[in-house]
């Protein structure tokens, strides 16, 4: 059974219709990607997935249960999470303190104890913040752990960001442009963050990247979206060369 | 078992100061009880607002409504029931306290409600309809006496109950802060699509907020009306709203310590220029001409300070100039001013007392700590004794 099914997804926006009748599938362990020019649909097929918007027909899967039009914070429990194209960091609180609000799903203990200082909900509070400081030494945050985490650079915000994603500990992890803003090294460094977590988090990853060279060497395969239509599906070397994909990046041929 | 043993002292030590206090001002003037209660409310519901508006960030500007509702819920209980209680006053005391909490966050619940829907400025403008919704219903509702207000028995004075509530108050807030728990209602502050998509549900914390806020305001009320005996629907305007308000402003918002400072200070400030005295024993006065040359030397003093604050990257000899530089700017434009404006006869003969120019004064400074200070007093940090290890760390140091 695949972990994830779209099956034509649509969303229209008064008479705009963003995603029209999408269908793709992803299997658990998973290296997709979800490429488009700009204004192909992609953010917004991620917003469908993770309940931002709740589609206007077809049906999304998740693990067998349809989940189009769970709230947000649902989606996020049943084991989906994701970074945000622009990046929605808390950013007043410190580069702990984000990860630790995505491991807060796995907070067990009562508000009241919280409130009343208690030794489980400080025990609690210790073991969230150890696990999200493991985090932070995955994508190696940890020496600035401390850091108000608007005080970042721009390349460790997106880290950041996929850290606090990960940390509520989801089966299917989407990463929205990952490697926008960050120069060739960062990106590198980043391709191999992203196979470890697959590899060693067992996560299924789906990405959105404007990156060519970044999404074939990453992808196993990909999707191509094109003014919200679905244009084309495959592994990267038969992506390369699709006329179609061609023709919306490059525009046709006169 | 040694976190018990800290826990039970320090809530003995907690009982033990605000007993003590009411001890030390039992021996003082009725005014200065008075202030020490209000000081004391203001406390509680500037701290309780800070919950609300600044760690979860929901723009509420009917912080007085739960105020009220507390307080007539008291009342009214107090009038019906307490006869046939038979509960000495204080123990009702509590129990009213208690009861009004409930009222209280009954109304915070109802508020919260559209907070779900509503942000900034829109949910603003509800909290405030909300306010005053309640003190006109009351004001037209003969059973709560209406506008002639509500006669209030037993009348119990306890600064030390006063001061519980502030101290409950505050510890509660630290501790939401210092445990995991707290976070949600952080995180909805600073961004509620990402909030929800790492699973918060922003819902609940915006909900709870407002529920324990209005707790304790609500508590706070049926101490105030307890100590008046005497409550009006007047006494909650929307004047209280934007005093609370200033407060978690002014000391920073989403800072526990800064609402803490800020409705001290607030509170006192008025009635320390109220009972200002000049050498011989009078109240102090100022001629027209000296005030002209207050406000034009406030005006070149802020000028100058505003330098300090405005740019992170200066060195910290740097500000301190450009403090000093502000104060003494001030202070000569202000005594060469005063010189030129006291020629003018009118000016000249005009005495102002300086206990009339109170709420003149106190908008000022507001105004000029709004000016160098936009972020409040505290910003969004906590006070905290840091500096003093670190000062005492590099004394050290040196003479080693």
Redesign the interface.
Same mark, same amino acid.
């Given at each position: 059974m695949s972990l994830l099914r779209l099956d034509s997804a649509t969303i229209k926006f008064g008479g705009l219709v963003a995603v029209n009748s999408v269908s793709f599938e992803l299997d658990k362990g998973d290296l997709f990607g979800l490429i488009g020019p700009n204004g192909a649909g992609k953010t917004t097929c991620f917003n469908l997935i993770?309940g931002?918007y709740k589609p206007t027909s077809g049906v999304i899967t998740f693990r067998g249960k349809s989940i189009g039009g769970t709230?947000?914070?649902k989606i996020?429990?049943h084991g989906i999470?994701?970074t945000?194209q622009n990046i929605?960091?808390?950013?007043?609180?410190s580069v702990l303190?984000n990860v !630790? !609000?995505?491991?807060?799903?796995r907070?067990r203990?009562g508000?009241f104890s919280?409130?009343?200082?208690l030794?489980s909900?400080?025990n609690?509070?210790n073991r969230?913040?150890a696990e999200a400081m493991e985090l932070l030494k995955v994508v190696n945050l940890a020496h600035v752990a401390d850091v108000r985490s608007a005080d970042l650079s721009y390349g460790m915000q997106r880290r950041l960001e996929i850290a606090?994603?990960m940390?509520?500990q989801p089966e299917l992890l989407l990463l929205d442009e990952p490697a926008a803003g960050m120069n060739p090294l960062e990106k590198e460094e980043l391709l191999v963050m992203v196979k470890k977590i697959r590899d060693e988090h067992g996560m299924t990853v789906l990405l959105i990247e404007h990156d060519m060279r970044f999404v074939m060497n990453l992808c196993e395969r990909i999707v191509v979206l094109d003014h919200g239509e679905e244009i084309a599906q495959g592994p990267p070397s038969a992506i390369r060369n699709d006329p179609k994909v061609i023709a919306a990046y490059l525009g046709e041929a006169v | 078992m040694n976190?018990w043993l800290i826990?039970v002292l320090s809530i003995l030590g907690a009982i033990a100061g605000c007993a003590g206090l009411q001890v030390v001002a039992g021996g003082q003037s009725d005014y200065i009880q008075r202030l020490l209660i209000l000081a004391g409310l203001y406390v509680t519901l500037s701290v309780s607002l800070n919950l609300i508006n600044g760690i979860t960030g929901q723009f509420s500007i009917g912080h007085a409504a739960f105020y009220q509702v507390g307080a007539y819920m008291a009342g009214f209980c107090s009038v019906h029931y307490f006869k046939s209680s038979h509960l000495p006053p204080l123990v009702w005391l509590v129990v009213t306290m208690v009861v009004a909490a409930i009222a209280a966050a009954g109304a915070g619940f109802v508020v919260g409600l559209p907070s779900l829907r509503l942000r900034g400025d829109y949910l603003a403008i509800v909290t405030l309809g909300f306010g005053e919704i309640i003190r006109i219903q009351v004001q037209n509702t003969p059973a709560l006496g209406g506008s002639y207000g509500m006669n209030i028995e037993p009348k119990v004075q306890s600064i030390a109950l006063v001061w519980l509530l502030a101290v409950l108050c505050v510890? !509660?807030c630290r501790?939401?802060l210092?445990?995991?728990?707290?976070?949600?209602f952080?995180?909805v502050?600073?961004?509620e699509?990402?909030?929800?998509?790492?699973?918060?549900?922003?819902t609940r914390a915006k909900v709870?907020a407002f529920v324990l806020g209005s707790a304790f305001a609500g508590s706070a009320g049926a101490l105030l009306a307890s100590y008046e005996g005497f409550i009006t629907p007047a006494t909650f305007g929307m004047d209280v709203s934007f005093i609370i308000l200033t407060m978690v402003v002014l000391g920073g918002t989403?800072s526990i310590t800064g609402s803490i400072f800020a409705a001290v200070f607030l509170t006192l400030l008025p009635e320390y220029l109220r009972g200002l005295k000049d050498a011989s024993g009078g109240p102090l006065t100022l001629t027209g001409g000296t005030v002209v040359a207050w406000m034009i030397g406030v005006i070149f003093a802020v000028a100058v300070l505003r330098h300090v604050y405005e740019d992170a990257k200066r060195s910290r000899l740097n500000r301190l100039c450009f403090g000093i530089g502000g104060v003494v700017v001030g202070l000569i434009v202000q005594a060469i001013a005063s010189v030129m404006m006291n020629k003018i006869g009118a000016l000249h003969d005009k005495i102002i007392m300086i206990g009339q120019l109170r709420m003149a004064i106190f908008a000022v400074t507001l105004i000029v700590l709004m000016l160098l200070r936009p972020q409040g007093v505290f910003a969004?940090h906590e006070f905290s004794w840091d500096w003093v290890g670190r000062l005492i760390g590099r004394r050290r140091r040196a003479t080693v």
């Amino acid at each position: 059974m695949s972990l994830l099914r779209l099956d034509s997804a649509t969303i229209k926006f008064g008479g705009l219709v963003a995603v029209n009748s999408v269908s793709f599938e992803l299997d658990k362990g998973d290296l997709f990607g979800l490429i488009g020019p700009n204004g192909a649909g992609k953010t917004t097929c991620f917003n469908l997935i993770t309940g931002v918007y709740k589609p206007t027909s077809g049906v999304i899967t998740f693990r067998g249960k349809s989940i189009g039009g769970t709230p947000s914070s649902k989606i996020a429990a049943h084991g989906i999470a994701r970074t945000f194209q622009n990046i929605r960091l808390f950013r007043a609180l410190s580069v702990l303190e984000n990860v !630790v !609000v995505g491991g807060y799903l796995r907070h067990r203990t009562g508000l009241f104890s919280a409130l009343a200082y208690l030794p489980s909900s400080i025990n609690e509070t210790n073991r969230l913040r150890a696990e999200a400081m493991e985090l932070l030494k995955v994508v190696n945050l940890a020496h600035v752990a401390d850091v108000r985490s608007a005080d970042l650079s721009y390349g460790m915000q997106r880290r950041l960001e996929i850290a606090r994603a990960m940390a509520t500990q989801p089966e299917l992890l989407l990463l929205d442009e990952p490697a926008a803003g960050m120069n060739p090294l960062e990106k590198e460094e980043l391709l191999v963050m992203v196979k470890k977590i697959r590899d060693e988090h067992g996560m299924t990853v789906l990405l959105i990247e404007h990156d060519m060279r970044f999404v074939m060497n990453l992808c196993e395969r990909i999707v191509v979206l094109d003014h919200g239509e679905e244009i084309a599906q495959g592994p990267p070397s038969a992506i390369r060369n699709d006329p179609k994909v061609i023709a919306a990046y490059l525009g046709e041929a006169v | 078992m040694n976190f018990w043993l800290i826990r039970v002292l320090s809530i003995l030590g907690a009982i033990a100061g605000c007993a003590g206090l009411q001890v030390v001002a039992g021996g003082q003037s009725d005014y200065i009880q008075r202030l020490l209660i209000l000081a004391g409310l203001y406390v509680t519901l500037s701290v309780s607002l800070n919950l609300i508006n600044g760690i979860t960030g929901q723009f509420s500007i009917g912080h007085a409504a739960f105020y009220q509702v507390g307080a007539y819920m008291a009342g009214f209980c107090s009038v019906h029931y307490f006869k046939s209680s038979h509960l000495p006053p204080l123990v009702w005391l509590v129990v009213t306290m208690v009861v009004a909490a409930i009222a209280a966050a009954g109304a915070g619940f109802v508020v919260g409600l559209p907070s779900l829907r509503l942000r900034g400025d829109y949910l603003a403008i509800v909290t405030l309809g909300f306010g005053e919704i309640i003190r006109i219903q009351v004001q037209n509702t003969p059973a709560l006496g209406g506008s002639y207000g509500m006669n209030i028995e037993p009348k119990v004075q306890s600064i030390a109950l006063v001061w519980l509530l502030a101290v409950l108050c505050v510890a !509660v807030c630290r501790n939401l802060l210092k445990t995991a728990s707290g976070l949600p209602f952080l995180a909805v502050r600073e961004d509620e699509v990402a909030s929800s998509a790492m699973g918060v549900n922003v819902t609940r914390a915006k909900v709870t907020a407002f529920v324990l806020g209005s707790a304790f305001a609500g508590s706070a009320g049926a101490l105030l009306a307890s100590y008046e005996g005497f409550i009006t629907p007047a006494t909650f305007g929307m004047d209280v709203s934007f005093i609370i308000l200033t407060m978690v402003v002014l000391g920073g918002t989403g800072s526990i310590t800064g609402s803490i400072f800020a409705a001290v200070f607030l509170t006192l400030l008025p009635e320390y220029l109220r009972g200002l005295k000049d050498a011989s024993g009078g109240p102090l006065t100022l001629t027209g001409g000296t005030v002209v040359a207050w406000m034009i030397g406030v005006i070149f003093a802020v000028a100058v300070l505003r330098h300090v604050y405005e740019d992170a990257k200066r060195s910290r000899l740097n500000r301190l100039c450009f403090g000093i530089g502000g104060v003494v700017v001030g202070l000569i434009v202000q005594a060469i001013a005063s010189v030129m404006m006291n020629k003018i006869g009118a000016l000249h003969d005009k005495i102002i007392m300086i206990g009339q120019l109170r709420m003149a004064i106190f908008a000022v400074t507001l105004i000029v700590l709004m000016l160098l200070r936009p972020q409040g007093v505290f910003a969004h940090h906590e006070f905290s004794w840091d500096w003093v290890g670190r000062l005492i760390g590099r004394r050290r140091r040196a003479t080693v």
